[in-house]
């Protein structure tokens, strides 16, 4: 807890990944500064096997500013 007795602000956002099975499996998303500049959340998944297959990946969010609107 902060000294101020708030409890601190969450650091990560969190993606759920609902495969067609159903499952459901969440994912943390650290703090970025992508190389644009803007501000957001990413994760790199290593790999998982879904259905005997070896999946990986990326989720990358971004903070949009008017003109990407």
Known sequence: M???GNKPKE???YAT???PDGKEHEIPL???QFKTG???FYAQIPGFIYDG???GG???LWKKT???E
């Open 2 to 4: 902060s000294s101020d």
């Open 11 to 13: 650091k990560y956002a």
């Open 17 to 19: 990944v609902r495969m």
């Open 30 to 32: 650290a703090p970025k």
């Open 38 to 40: 803007r501000q957001g």
């Open 53 to 55: 297959e070896m999946y």
């Open 58 to 60: 990326q989720i990358q």
């Open 66 to 68: 008017k003109k990407d």
